[in-house]
T-cell receptor, first 111, second 112 residues
Framework: QKEVEQDPGPLSVPEGAIVSLNCTYS??????FMWYRQYSRKGPELLMY????GNKEDGRFTAQVDKSSKYISLFIRDSQPSDSATYLC???????????FGGGTRLMVKP | DSGVTQTPKHLITATGQRVTLRCSPR?????VYWYQQSLDQGLQFLIQ???????AKGNILERFSAQQFPDLHSELNLSSLELGDSALYFC???????????FGPGTRLLVL
């Protein structure tokens, strides 16, 4: 079993929908949680990061961390076709440490 | 554009050969991380350098090695290449002691 699990999708939604992306993890020592967006054949782009449990909002994106359940989420409001990409969750034990990634969820937003 | 640069963008080589991948971190970043992304394994951490010193090692093969130079650029050396080494290799950088890692565009390696 992988340390970080993520549904590979693809997840197909209509433009304007609210998208919910999720990851579960097994190592309760993870403290830092990130979401990256990766377009095909490009490098991962940092979208959100949170420390410990709680919510963080940035524009159309909201990241949630529930450490008690070992579950993190990314919500995308008013989804756009340009949001079509693979979304990777990542986490680390401490600041500056290596990142452990989920396998990624492929999202398709249809006009 | 993350500010992290990687060369070359694409590399095609044969089994048994040796290649060098180069990474220049963002200005001011002291930490460099190397990751491998393959279809079956996803993104996996290989090795981290901080200000010229090796800081952490992941599941990096003995055939692979890396170093970080005084100007903070880093090189990943892959030797005795096998078909299974075909993957995307990413470099990321961070200020050092910070949680945010910024990724470069990657080098796509194809071993034939």
């Amino acid at each position: 079993q992988k340390e970080v699990e993520q549904d590979p999708g693809p997840l197909s939604v209509p433009e304007g929908a609210i998208v919910s992306l999720n990851c579960t993890y097994s190592n309760s020592a993870f403290q830092y949680f990130m979401w990256y967006r990766q377009y095909s054949r490009k490098g991962p782009e940092l979208l959100m990061y949170t420390y410990s449990s709680g919510n963080k909002e940035d524009g159309r994106f909201t990241a949630q961390v529930d450490k008690s359940s070992k579950y993190i989420s990314l919500f995308i409001r008013d989804s756009q076709p340009s949001d079509s990409a693979t979304y990777l969750c990542a986490m680390s034990l401490n600041a500056g440490n290596m990142l452990t990634f989920g396998g990624g969820t492929r999202l398709m937003v249809k006009p | 554009d993350s500010g992290v640069t990687q060369t070359p963008k694409h590399l095609i080589t044969a089994t048994g050969q040796r290649v060098t991948l180069r990474c220049s971190p963002r200005s001011g970043d002291l930490s460099v991380y190397w990751y491998q992304q393959s279809l079956d394994q996803g993104l996996q951490f290989l090795i981290q350098y901080y200000n010229g010193e090796e800081r952490a090692k992941g599941n990096i093969l003995e055939r692979f090695s890396a170093q970080q130079f005084p100007d903070l650029h880093s090189e990943l050396n892959l030797s005795s290449l096998e078909l299974g080494d075909s993957a995307l290799y990413f470099c990321a950088s961070s200020v050092g002691g910070q949680e945010t890692q910024y990724f470069g565009p990657g080098t796509r390696l194809l071993v034939l």
